[in-house]
């Protein structure tokens, strides 16, 4: 194989130049990138590469946002539950929270804009019930508005003097609101507006590397008129300032996703696609203008779950994100624009300041980018770099992280590296990202020759399959749909709460996408709502509902909507294949839990209906779903109890412990498959695409273009004419497999390593 | 100890006088019944010994009752879910049952009392939509009432040719629902009437043990005319025609819990509290003329579940059950009235045709009943039997039966009557049967002369007790409050299906019923409809929650109550304390999923709520929880999932698989405390003891009266000046105690035995 270049950025710092140099020769790197804690000398900046610029729209300015506090972004938060005990409650509403990182808002009116509910009943009570202490709100004579801007100009004297302005809580002050004619024993809580004083990802970074005095980055709302101009007039100053930048890396845009800190300085709330950060009196104020009606603080506040993606969302949370979203949309065009005109590319990291941003929302193609580039944890997170519409070329950034706590003595980073490039190496068989990358201190990774040579093959590796994937259709043995509450909006990023982290309640669902995204199949993702108004689409084999009751992902109360469950029986029936997982479509309703029991061939007993007998408790043996291998490999991860099959129809695949955990049905001519749960691995891989093909009964695609070993996987691309036979696993393997024409042959694989074949 | 005598029941038959008579003196028995399958000889009636004869008031007078075969029993039956796959559907509404013990009725126009609905909306259709083929219902001039005595006079007449009433479906007839205008893809049940054609007990035992052509008992309804005054007229004649009956015992009175059987002749729906059987357009009638509202079928259906106990009852059901049970009552007390009038007394069996005469319910004293007996399988039957008011006495019949399963060559029937007799003793302590009493085949048990020496041994010993115990006041450490949606009613029978059968979805709450029944505890059971109206009464120290979501047990949307929550809290600040087992006060509502998470101090993860951090996960290893046994003992059966702390101040005493399961929290001056799951055994009962001390700060009782050894419990009889420490285990145990001034002594005790102590 000869030495290939491109396709591949490293970061670089300071007084790092000669072996900068030579990596970039080494990995054939085409462009070197700063970061949060690099910057690049000017001899660096000249190399002849592409240069990203990591570049901060909406903090980073103190100089400015302190002449402008009251141009703070801002939260809704919740205070904590207070029971009252007697008729008189008073509430510590900033108790919990991290004081360096919110303030409450005491420019605009509490009574307009705050709202105490009693969650015994979910009653408001009214403002003129409660009081507050310390109350700074000015009653000014005109407007609020008018009474903010006096506020903050008067206020800004003092911030001299004090280090807060007056109408922000000093230290030592306690926020209290406090009730006079509570009901004894009913809980309360306050949602309060609350000025963000730290930008979180800094704050996460300062906070975890003990930046000790450094002043915290205030972030500014450009949707006020002083950000706004700043935000546009300060990207001129710098595109100016840096003639040798080829691509500003903006990290990111405006609104940082949910996460606020307690009063220990640990993180307290996150939410990786929280909106919880974009609310402002002006946002509020300009939706009810738009929208005809006025949001309340609980239409944000949602009890205290703030819309997490598990919810499913309410019609005015929906019309606040598309409100969102329009603005971020049309206000980052604009900076897009100047970076445009400036000569440069645009880039947006994915994450962080990206809310508004999603890359497959209605709006995002309207900004412009020229690309995206985002962190790679595994095959799912690098389908959702990979898949995003509407930008020129995308960029994954592979781990480990050039940091201390991987490259330190004793430690050798190869194995992680290999992990997460095996694992979304599948993923870049079906849809290849255009680039790869990583980060952090190339001065560290240079101490580790190594994993130098080891990256060095990944990048060689990684440019050979974009050359030959790239482009083409690989072979798609059917189309899946996954189906829940958001659809295309969270494409690949369903059960996800903080960005690809693991939670006991996800993994059991998320490793469906997982699986997905390295198999040879077409995946889209799809809401109820679209289904509802445009039908299954016609080249849909497959569809998943999977997840916990009630949560966006199973759907909750919208399988009482007939034409959704008419339509998946129509579905099914002419021929399509339903797969559920954990609880799908389950809503108690009409004497059923899973809407689609029917289909199925399976129920949930929720105690109601013990009383019915249940007869069917074998599980076959043989079958179309189990011949790969051994039973006893079965792994449902959290799993679920109480599964009982409907009749002896049902193809009951596994059993045990009074449940139901892996079954099949027919249903006219298509099939409802039930899984009780399934976690990512090499086994639950091979479960699925049996399941997916029975279901549509296309079992025979089992012999084409398919491997035997579960280890390894075989991807095809019949327009360019070759086919590769993939090792996932760390060990060496042999294999048989099918070609497209159902011959079976069979190879032998080193750990990680990959045949490649003419397709005759 | 010297030879005692009486409280003893053994079964006789016939042929078997010499045995029968050395056994009763051998045993002390005072009494011999017959039963099912066995009869009396005229010289085994006249022992000197009183005389039980089993009595049928409602099935086995079949030359009456063909002659009144409108008159029999009837059902409101569900069909099967049929989904339509165009607009002509047809539902096969008889597949599925057993067509030997139920039969569609078409004497009562259809169109008024069958109900098709559309299970995927809700939405009844129209009668005017469908027909039904065949259609047996004959349209007469006047009111259906009269159609009906007109069929059945005609059709009493084709009995005698074809078997069968012509207005009953023929062998071979499919009955069919046909409607033309079908929604495609709903789903379709049809709710009709039915009659029964088989008692259901008698149709349980025919075959079960092949009764060949032995006719089947038809079940009557004395809510029709004939058979009204047939049932009275037959006891009176029967009454006469039994001079050496001493008591009659009812088995039982009119109408049978639900249990259906299938097409194959297997059970397809057992309801031990079932009032499927006590339906008939005649009550129907009454009950819109007593109450000026029609029931829908749908009011008893209940969407399939028909109202099972785990089902919170709708207000249209407690109306239906107070009706039903106040007709019982009434007609019930008729035929004891006639069993007093003719010097006998009337005992009840507790369960078969039980239904209306529920021993905690509000008619059932008005009865006049002399005795209940009933079947018991542990502690928490025997209380069941014990605790009933308005009864002189009451009689507890034990395991095992005197039939062939058990007692056959081979086998030793000892061990099973041992634990039995242990697990019921333990409640026997607390509150005693009066008598007890075997059932089955005497001459079976004779032949086992080791079995013959044990029930001696328990014969005498309970004797021995029952003088010690009965009718003096139990050393009590505090009073317990079980709370859920059937309070009193359903007293010892919470989370009950088929009469103390196990469930995987009860067992984990049902010990708790059984650990307290040998408590040193008092306990009452509360329906929440009571708590609203009366408060907490003020002598109750605990109240425990405990069930899954949404089940009557838990008590679903109830918690959306806001007195119900308040009161609680009131309760527990004010120093009560709360338990709750599995799902206590759950359901979703206003940010929390048990609604008195604040008092347990824990919540379970819905999936909401993932975003917000959860910090504490450290259990205490030292608690006065954990005093007794290794952590490893704790067993929470089914256990829970996603529990977690809401503060720090939650003491978590158990927590694995990224959930608490054990947990106990400060609130006000009581406390609350939270248990995933209580199974019976000897852990979980001193754990229990020891949270229900906890939660009302009586901690210093666990050295009042107490045993250390777990397999062992104390009993104190302050009036009497006695204590007892027992030995519940198979096995000899040593174990220290404390008596009631904290002075600690210590016994050994061989295998179930028991130390009598005088208090000094």
Redesign the interface.
């Given at each position: 194989m000869k030495k290939t270049s491109g396709r591949l950025t490293l970061p670089s710092e300071n007084n790092f130049l000669k072996e900068t140099e030579e990596l970039i020769a080494r990995l054939g790197a085409d462009a070197i990138r700063d970061s949060d804690g690099t910057k690049l000398d000017e001899e660096t900046l000249s190399l002849p590469v592409k240069v990203y610029s990591t570049y901060f729209v909406a903090r980073g300015h103190n100089e400015f946002a302190k002449e402008h506090m009251e141009e703070c972004q801002q939260f809704y938060l919740m205070s904590k539950?207070v029971?009252a005990?007697s008729h008189h409650l008073e509430i510590p509403y900033m108790d919990g929270f991290f004081r360096k990182q919110v303030t409450p808002d005491f420019l605009h009116d509490p009574k307009k804009w705050w709202e105490l509910?009693d969650?015994?009943?979910?009653e408001v009570i009214s403002p003129e019930r409660w009081r507050l202490s310390p109350d700074k709100f000015v009653k000014s004579s005109g407007e609020k508005a008018e009474a903010s801007k006096e506020n903050s100009k008067s206020s800004t004297e003092e911030t001299k003097e004090t280090g807060l302005p007056s109408y922000f809580l000093q230290d030592g002050e306690t926020a209290l609101l406090i009730l006079e004619d509570a009901?004894?024993?009913?809980?309360y809580?306050l949602s309060f507006l609350a000025f963000a004083l730290w930008d979180p990802t800094e704050m996460y970074n300062h906070i975890t590397n003990n930046w000790g005095d450094k002043p915290a980055d205030i972030p500014f709302d450009i949707r006020k008129p002083y950000s706004n101009r700043f935000a546009k007039e300060e990207l001129k100053r710098w595109l100016e300032a840096h003639p040798k930048t080829d691509v500003v890396r903006f990290t990111t845009f405006f609104y940082h996703f949910?996460l606020q800190f307690?009063h220990e300085e640990?993180?307290?709330?996150?939410?990786w696609f929280?909106y919880g950060g974009t609310v402002s009196v002006e946002a509020l104020e300009a939706f009810e203008k738009e929208y005809g009606y006025r949001l309340r603080p609980e239409d944000l506040v949602d009890?205290?779950?703030?819309h997490?993606t598990?919810?499913t969302p309410t019609k005015a949370y929906l019309d606040y994100m598309d409100f969102i979203a329009r603005f971020v949309a049309k206000e980052a065009k604009e900076l897009v624009d100047l970076v445009h005109a400036a000569g440069k590319e645009a880039m947006m990291f994915l994450g962080d300041n990206w809310i508004g941003t999603e890359p497959y929302g209605k709006y995002f193609k309207e900004i412009g980018l020229d690309s995206v580039v985002g962190s790679v944890g595994g095959g799912a997170t690098l389908r959702l770099i990979a898949d995003i519409p509407g930008v020129r070329y995308t960029e994954g950034r592979f781990l480990p992280y050039f940091f201390p706590d991987t490259f330190y003595e004793g430690n050798d980073p190869v194995p992680e590296a290999m992990e997460n490039w095996v694992s979304a190496r599948r993923a870049i068989m079906r849809k290849p990202v255009d680039r790869i990358g990583y980060g952090g201190y190339l001065s560290l990774a240079y101490k580790f020759p190594k994993f130098i040579d080891y990256i060095a093959e990944v990048a060689e590796e990684f440019r050979d399959l974009y050359e030959k994937v790239q482009g083409t259709k690989p072979y798609a043995k059917l189309k899946v749909g996954i189906v829940n509450a958001w659809g295309k909006l969270r494409s690949w990023q369903a059960y996800m709460?903080a960005h690809a982290l693991y939670?006991?309640?996800?993994y059991s669902y998320f490793g469906i996408l997982e699986a997905l995204s390295g198999m040879d199949t077409d995946v889209e993702f799809y809401s109820f709502d679209e289904l509802l108004e445009k039908g299954v689409p016609k080249d849909v084999d497959v569809l998943i509902n999977a997840?916990?009751a009630?949560?966006s992902w199973s759907g909750g109360e919208i399988w009482k909507e007939?034409k959704l469950?008419?339509?998946l029986?129509?579905f099914v029936?002419n021929g399509g294949g339903l797969i559920g997982v954990g609880e799908p479509s389950a809503c108690?309703?009409?004497?059923?839990y899973f809407q689609l029991a029917?289909i199925f061939g399976v129920d949930k007993?929720?105690?109601?209906?013990?009383?019915?007998?249940k007869?069917f408790k074998t599980a076959k043996t043989e079958h179309f779903l189990l011949e790969d291998f051994p039973a006893e490999n079965l792994n449902f991860g959290?799993s679920q109890?109480?599964i009982y099959a409907l009749e002896k129809e049902t193809e009951i695949l596994e059993y045990s412990d009074?449940s139901v955990h892996l079954s099949a049905h027919d249903y006219?001519k298509g099939r409802g498959i039930y899984i009780a749960g399934l976690p990512y691995n090499m086994e639950n891989t091979r479960l699925l695409l049996r399941a997916l093909l029975y279901s549509a009964h296309k079992e025979k695609e089992i012999r084409k273009w398919q491997c035997t070993n579960l280890a390894c996987e075989l991807h095809a691309y019949p327009e360019k004419g070759i086919y590769a036979v993939v090792n996932n696993s760390k060990e060496k393997q042999s294999t048989d497999f099918y070609d497209g024409k159902g011959r079976k042959h069979s190879a032998e694989l080193l750990p990680g390593a990959m045949h490649w074949y003419t397709i005759d």
């Open positions: 539950r029971t005990f509910i969650r015994t009943t979910g009901t004894p024993f009913h809980e809580t949910t307690n640990k993180e307290k709330f996150v939410d929280g009890e205290g779950y703030f997490s598990f919810r709460v939670y006991q309640k996800a997840g916990d009630m949560t007939e469950q008419s339509l029986r129509a029936y108690s309703f009409q004497g059923k029917d007993e929720m105690g109601f209906s013990l009383s019915t007998d007869y959290e109890k109480s009074g006219g």
